[in-house]
């Protein structure tokens, strides 16, 4: 039987050991953000370990709470490793989840999300059973235009202090219509405190000619993909649009980014990725993200 307990300071040499004797890349299939999503869980007592009956960790389960405008996004992370999968543990772990969700909610409304690249049938199966419904999404990459003129008719502004609040603002009103999107207003704060954001490639993006705010970007970089810029948000203002202020955007990211990186990547919807390909961009990779939603 599954031990499931609350991750103590004391108990991570333990985990820190089984993460680098298992070495995998975690649910959420990006290594980078494992460290920096266990310590936030740490923190917040949001993370538990799972033990076997002789008493070494077979895997772990964290969640990060993001609190905003009455809804509350958990995004869930973890992993069982190999040695132990398909022994009842994954469902143990995700059990533990959604309990510390209900518990730690500081909302009437928790969206619980699992995000996971090349998810296996049965962790699918197991979060279908708990209620979870899925969406797929795709992970696009670039390689950087190097030189050459600004091609289209968005200027990028770098993003500094004094534009904070017109670009919450912004986010805000670009949220609206899909509460679920990111988990409301906290969101974009989440993304501008990140520990890898990369705040000289955060711009405004204009209109040119106008000076009109279109939207704006929001990007990282990966401590383990040191020439790739992560582009983690490209938001365009509900009012202005159009789907070409998309590739746009992310056409003059790529010719900004030639001076220090070899490629541009980001996560995006299905539709959003035939938008993207005008502006070079390719598929990499899919992930499912699964969803369930709590009620208060």
Request: hydrophobic letters at 45%.
């Amino acid at each position: 039987m599954t031990k499931v307990e609350q991750l103590t300071y004391e108990q991570m040499p333990a985990l820190r050991d089984a993460l680098t004797r298992h070495g995998a890349g975690g649910l959420d299939g990006v290594d980078g953000q494992r460290m920096s999503v266990i310590t936030q869980a740490l923190k917040a007592d949001a993370i538990a370990l799972a033990w076997s009956d002789a008493g070494e960790v077979v895997g772990y389960t964290a969640n990060r709470h993001d609190t905003g405008g009455g809804f509350e996004l958990v995004e869930c992370a973890g992993e069982v490793f190999a040695p132990w999968r398909g022994q009842g543990h994954g469902g143990a772990l995700i059990d533990w989840a959604i309990a510390e969700a209900g518990r730690g909610a500081q909302s009437d409304m928790v969206e619980i999300v699992v995000d996971s690249l090349g998810i296996g049938d049965a962790l699918a199966a197991m979060l279908t059973e708990r209620g979870f419904t899925a969406s797929q999404f795709v992970e696009l990459t670039a390689p950087v235009k190097v030189g050459g003129p600004q091609e289209s008719g968005i200027w990028l502004e770098p993003m500094g202090q004094n534009h904070i609040g017109e670009v919450t603002s912004l986010y805000q009103r670009a949220s609206r219509p899909e509460p679920l999107a990111r988990g409301g207003d906290a969101a974009i704060v989440t993304v501008l405190r990140h520990p890898y954001l990369e705040r000289a490639f955060c711009f405004v993006a204009r209109e040119a000619g106008t000076g009109a705010t279109v939207g704006f970007v929001l990007s990282l970089v990966w401590p383990d993909s040191p020439t790739d810029l992560w582009i983690e948000t490209i938001c365009v203002d509900p009012e202005r649009g159009e789907p070409e202020f998309v590739s746009d955007i992310a056409a003059e990211v790529l010719r900004r980014a030639a001076t220090r990186f070899a490629t541009a990547s980001m996560g995006t919807s299905e539709p959003m990725a035939e938008v993207l390909s005008d502006a070079g961009f390719t598929r990499r990779r899919t992930w499912a993200r699964h969803s369930l939603l709590l009620w208060g």
